[in-house]
């Protein structure tokens, strides 16, 4: 979702310019560029019902619908969203050594896992630093799914399919399908299980934050996956791309219209809200798991073993602390950005830190923000100034989420 917001601003700027032959010169060259596009097969759905679509990740994605971001973010909180993330990219990996092969490239302990169970984790490159993350789920002993960040699918595919290749040279047993033949959709908020229950015989109260089945939803074969980036409960749902139409349908309908499409420009305030991480701002190649707050991830047997890529920095920070850590932030003024200077609050104006991603809560009607500063500086109650667009504004750290999660979890 890196951009997205700016994609937006861009886009109207774009048309408040243009006039006459500008105008259609601009028309003409977005045309050519939507063409270019990877659409999902959800796409004249999309348009169909307002969706004003912009380019990610070189997808033609729906930022918004009719309603403003701000209606949808509190539409999913009180009821639900719909969302179609088909551009984000699923894969298994098969075989008998699928789980250790995993292990070299992440930081969970995926074997520790249950099956039809998974976890939030990190693939780490040679220096400890996030190359993505991704929810992996352990079907069985052979057979892992995985769900990578739509930008980062040609590196990451390239990085897993590099060492893949090594691997099965020295005799592992691993191999992979990248499943382009299925889209994703994602149901979150209040209304997610009561809606879905409608349309599946599996009893989903027994199925908990973070379970994995392969069942009949709507009469399509389905991967579905307790999880999301809302911080609310709800599913993830795999579905054959020829049925997913037919699925998102009765998905709407069946809710009596309560749970809305929804777009990217609130799926990004919703994740801020839930204090989750956005890969390209709040983690990228130079942040390690530790600095970003998702020590959490890395597994008790994997502490003691390592045995992934940038373990010896990784371990060490988990030893001796890291120098600068990830924090949730409320601020005065404008919203701060990405990018936006985090200075000391003692005058000195010294530079202490970064903002990578804020906003205006919907739900919390205050500027809220993530960033990072300097170890020592990043408890809670902790004050400084962010600055945003040459001007020092009043911040504090504080904890996240910033709205309580919802999970449904076992009792």
């Known amino acids: ?32 560029a939507e063409a270019e596009l990877k659409k999902t097969a959800l796409y004249d759905f999309h348009v169909a019902h307002g969706g004003k ?34 551009h984000m990219c699923g894969l298994s990996l098969h075989g008998s050594q699928a789980i250790p092969f995993l292990e070299t490239l992440v930081v969970a302990d995926v074997a520790a896992l249950k099956d039809g169970t998974g976890s939030l984790t990190v693939f780490t490159n040679e220096k400890g630093g996030a190359i993505d993350d991704s929810v992996v789920t352990k079907v069985t002993d052979k057979h892992v799914y ?48 009561p809606t879905l ?6 009893d989903l109260s027994k199925m908990y934050f973070s379970d994995f089945k392969m069942i009949d939803i709507n009469g399509s074969a389905c991967f579905l996956t307790r999880t999301g980036y809302t911080g609310e409960d709800g599913f993830e749902i795999s579905v054959p791309s020829e049925n997913a139409l037919d699925l998102a349908k009765a998905l709407l309908e069946k809710s009596e219209g309560k749970v809305r499409l929804t777009g990217l420009g609130a799926r990004d305030s919703l994740r ?10 709040d983690m990228e190649q130079h942040t390690t798991p530790v600095e ?43 919203p701060p950005r990405s990018h936006s ?54 911040a504090v750290v504080t904890k996240m989420p910033f709205v309580p999660t919802k999970y449904y979890k076992a009792p």
């Open 146 to 193: 995985l769900v990578v960040n739509a930008g980062c699918r040609d590196k990451d595919l390239a990085h897993i399919g590099a060492h893949m290749e090594a691997f099965n040279k020295k005799g592992g047993d691993v191999k992979w399908h990248i499943h382009d033949e299925r889209s994703l959709l994602a149901l979150q908020g209040p209304l997610a299980a």
């Open 197 to 202: 229950q409608l349309l599946t015989k599996e």
């Open 1 to 32: 979702m890196r951009g997205l917001l700016a994609c937006a601003t861009l886009a109207r700027r774009a048309g408040a310019a243009a006039s006459g032959a500008g105008r259609r010169h601009l028309a003409g060259a977005a045309e050519a």
């Open 292 to 334: 970003a707050g998702l020590s959490w991830a890395i597994g008790k047997r994997r502490r003691a073993e390592g045995g992934f890529l940038g373990a010896e920095v990784i371990l060490k920070q988990l030893k001796e602390g890291p120098k600068i850590r990830r924090v949730g932030i409320f601020s005065q003024g404008p």
């Open 53 to 86: 679509m912009v380019p990610f990740a070189g997808w033609s994605m729906p930022i918004q619908y009719k309603d403003s971001i701000m209606d949808s973010t509190l539409n999913c909180r009180a009821n639900g969203s719909l969302f179609d993330v088909s």
């Open 272 to 281: 801020l809200e839930a204090g989750l991480c956005l890969y390209g701002n």
């Open 341 to 394: 200077a985090i200075v000391s609050g003692d005058g000195s104006g010294e530079n202490i830190g970064e903002v990578t991603s804020g906003g205006f809560s919907p739900c919390l009607k205050k500027n809220i923000a993530m960033g990072y500063v300097k170890s020592g500086l990043h408890k809670a109650g902790t004050e400084f100034k962010v600055v945003v667009r040459g001007k020092s504004y009043d």
